[in-house]
């Protein structure tokens, strides 16, 4: 009879082949491709690694990791029910866009108006999204084709109010929302050289909330049902639809964040040259960190570490184009890697559920052949 | 499969962890000073462009021709960098640190959206000159270079009117921003002021999205749009997309597209389409570049703002191709009245 032990260390193969094959794929090809376009893969490794573990790199990643961790956990509340929330990026700018508004507009002690300022965003973001999931429920319109084109009219929504004389005020070629009051300003980490995001903290509270909700409680658990069969979902007795609209209201809420660290720590306002494509970025960061609490966290970090070493190898010498050559073959390698290490996975112990039964087939009709062997 | 996941997870968060707090001693700009502080101002010039790279045959492509001359005349070398799409301004601020920490002096951001990088970027590098194309940066060793592109437009938007033959004309911006819309404004207003009778169809790829501006695509899409309906002049001012629409234009029998902030009749690579680039709104990008970078080479380095206008030649219609020699006694009246004060531009549509 084979122990827990045993299953343990089975499963923990299983584990590391798939990021270790992930990793060595990734590294291979983009070394092939750089070696191809006459490019010294080694150095460019060795510049990235060295540039990248500076202590201003190490802030800079951080600062940069905060938003992509809080898109990427936006949609991997869709994924986890087989959702694919699409319109993450339609959703934070629109959130970020009317919290940035009501921030300029009030004047508020810090302690209140953040709050404030972050609630606005997370019910802009759940009502934008909420929309999808709303015509998902009651009309079947599916929620790629719903959130991509919310996507377009938040845009449109957006470009519609910030203009001058409407919610937003010239600056030179800038136009932009009212600044929010220095006390709504979030706080910083000081660290040396530069500081580290206070919301930071956004992003790990939201983290765990994903952990703990979708893991360890009973909607979770409907969640992720729903998301692996509707029709079973439904026969035990989880409303389907109410499912449906509740995580789309929670992964827009959660989108809505997405802007936030950007107006709080950063921006103070929102103006044309406010990020865009932080949703997209999300999908990729939620694929490579396997919808995992800790894995997206991991994958926001490696994003930054490129996007912060993609530059420093333009000053050596190499296409800056090659960053974005590796980030899309990490994705590829880690969803193929996890996709073969999962039939191998389910080969090998159906050879080894065979191999055991054959063996106790044996051991009726004849005498062990363990021991004969031996 | 949970048990271990969590514990590769406990792994990897513990490694990233210890690796945090044994690299935490050096910073970029520590090292760097080490390695480059003997030889520093004799690096060279650092510039960093706006989406489309260098090679947009327009507006950074302008920015690079001052560059290049700088090189040729004042034996400095230039380092060029270019940005990605849907850059933040973390990103923007990291490559004009790293230009600075480099050594490179001045350090020149193309396009607006450097402007607030640079006032942050040039508060930690007193020592180094600072410049910024098309805004208005703060700090006493930065130089924000704008033009007056509303009066160069105008005189494009004068050129349409006298040359069209269906009466009407279309204007094709690549981003629906305040910058763009001097260019809109100008050439509306220079329409106007030459034929009332002339319509123009105002078109933008993008209401607030920087792709706007290496999207040539979707310029041809809605170059083709107004050809077919009737629109026989059409004046692009979107950057690097507007290779599109000027390649859609050459392919209409008796179009005439106008380009953007380069001579683009001169372009090499838009050589093909030459005999339908009517003129160009050249914004002397390159002479900006190339006197902030002599003014440093010199040790005077420029400071503050400075328009530069059409009284001072700071923009200007091409005449390369001479397909506008016929008109040229218009042009110049026109050109008078503004520099005269006679007509005063618009910068923003009505």
Redesign the interface.
């Known amino acids: 009879m084979s122990s827990p032990l045993r299953v ?1 260390r089975e ?2 193969v ?3 082949a798939a ?1 270790l094959l992930a990793i060595v794929t990734a590294v291979a090809i983009t070394s092939a491709v750089m070696l191809l376009t006459g490019d010294n893969p080694f150095r460019a490794f060795s510049v990235m690694l060295d ?1 990248g ?6 802030v ?1 990643i951080i ?2 990791a905060i938003p992509y961790y809080l898109a990427a956990a936006a949609v991997a509340i869709g994924f986890r029910m087989n959702l694919f929330n699409i319109g993450v990026d339609g959703q934070y700018r629109v959130a970020a866009f009317f919290a940035a508004v009501v921030g300029g507009a009030l004047s508020l002690p810090g302690i209140v108006q953040i709050p404030i300022i972050l609630l606005t965003a997370m019910a802009c973001g759940a009502i934008w999204a909420g929309i999808a999931g709303y015509l998902k429920a009651t009309r079947g319109v599916s929620e790629v084709i719903t959130t991509i084109m919310l996507n377009f009219i938040g ?2 929504l ?2 519609y109010f ?1 203009q ?1 004389g409407r919610l937003a005020e ?1 600056d ?4 932009h929302t009212t600044d929010i009051p220095d006390s709504s300003f979030f706080f910083e980490i000081p660290t ?2 530069y500081p580290i995001h206070g919301s930071i903290v956004i992003a790990v509270a939201v983290g765990i909330a994903y952990w703990f909700v979708l893991g360890r409680t009973r909607f979770g658990f409907d969640l992720r049902a729903v998301g692996r069969s509707e029709e079973a979902a439904e026969a035990s007795g989880v409303s389907v639809k109410r499912t449906v609209v509740t995580a789309m209201l929670l992964s827009g809420a959660v989108a809505g964040l997405v802007g936030m660290p ?1 107006l709080l720590n ?2 103070g306002n929102y103006g ?2 406010f ?3 932080l949703g997209f970025t999300g999908i990729a960061i939620a694929l490579l960190g396997r919808n ?1 609490a ?2 997206m ?2 994958a926001a ?1 490696l994003w930054g570490f490129l ?2 070493t993609g ?2 190898l ?2 050596e010498g190499y296409d ?1 184009e090659i960053v ?1 050559v590796m980030q899309g073959i990490i994705v590829l390698s880690v969803v193929v890697a996890y996709e073969l290490v999962r039939r191998w996975g389910i080969r090998r112990q159906q050879r080894q559920v065979g191999e055991q039964l054959a063996a106790a087939r044996n051991g009726k009709t004849a005498t062990d052949p363990a021991e004969v062997s031996a | 499969m949970r048990r271990v996941s969590r514990l590769a997870a406990t792994i990897a968060a513990s490694a990233v962890l210890a690796l945090t707090a044994s690299a935490c001693g050096e910073s970029s700009t520590e090292s760097n000073q080490n390695e480059n502080n003997e030889e520093s101002g004799e690096l060279g010039v650092g510039i960093a462009f706006d989406v489309g790279g260098r090679n947009d045959h327009s507006f950074n492509e302008a920015a690079a021709r001052g560059g290049d001359l700088a090189e040729e005349e004042l034996g400095v070398t230039v380092e060029y960098q270019t940005a990605r799409n849907g850059e933040t301004d973390a990103d923007r601020v990291q490559r004009l640190t790293a230009l600075a920490q480099e050594g490179y002096n001045p350090v020149i951001g193309v396009g607006f959206l450097y402007g607030n990088a640079i006032t942050e970027v040039a508060a930690e590098f007193p020592d180094t000159t600072f410049g910024v194309v098309d805004s208005v940066p703060e700090g006493d060793n930065t130089f924000g270079m704008t033009f007056a592109e509303h009066e160069g437009s105008y005189l494009a938007g004068v050129a349409a009117a006298l040359k069209t033959e269906s009466g009407q004309v279309g204007f094709i911006g690549g981003v629906e921003n305040p910058l763009i819309q001097k260019f809109q404004a100008g050439f509306e207003q220079g329409v106007a002021d030459t034929d009332p009778e002339v319509t123009v169809d105002v078109n933008y790829l993008y209401r607030d999205d920087d792709r706007g501006f290496s999207d040539p695509a979707r310029a041809a899409e809605q170059a083709d749009g107004m050809l077919g309906r009737g629109v026989d002049v059409i004046y692009t001012a979107a950057g690097s997309s507007g290779q599109g629409s000027i390649e859609q234009v050459a392919g209409a029998e008796g179009a005439w597209a106008i380009g953007v902030d380069s001579d683009q009749y001169e372009q090499p690579g838009l050589v093909e389409y030459q005999d339908s680039i009517l003129t160009s709104v050249i914004k002397g990008v390159d002479v900006a570049v190339f006197d902030l970078i002599e003014s440093v080479v010199n040790e005077d380095p420029l400071s503050g703002h400075h328009e530069y206008t059409l009284a001072e030649n700071g923009v200007s219609l091409a005449t390369s191709g001479g397909f506008i020699d016929d008109i040229a006694p218009q042009l110049e009246e026109a050109t008078q009245r503004i520099v005269d004060g006679d007509v005063e531009v618009q910068d923003t549509p009505q």
């Not at chain 1, 573990?53 to 190490?58: E, G, N, T, Y």
């Not at chain 1, 030179?172 to 136009?175: P, T």
């Open positions: 343990d499963k923990l299983l584990g590391v990021p540039y573990s500076k202590s201003d790199s190490q800079w600062n940069k845009g449109s957006i470009a910030l001058e010239r030179e070629n800038i136009v040396d050289p950007t950063e921006s044309i040259d990020p865009e494509g995992h800790v894995g966290g991991l970090l996007e912060r530059t420093q333009e000053f800056q974005g």
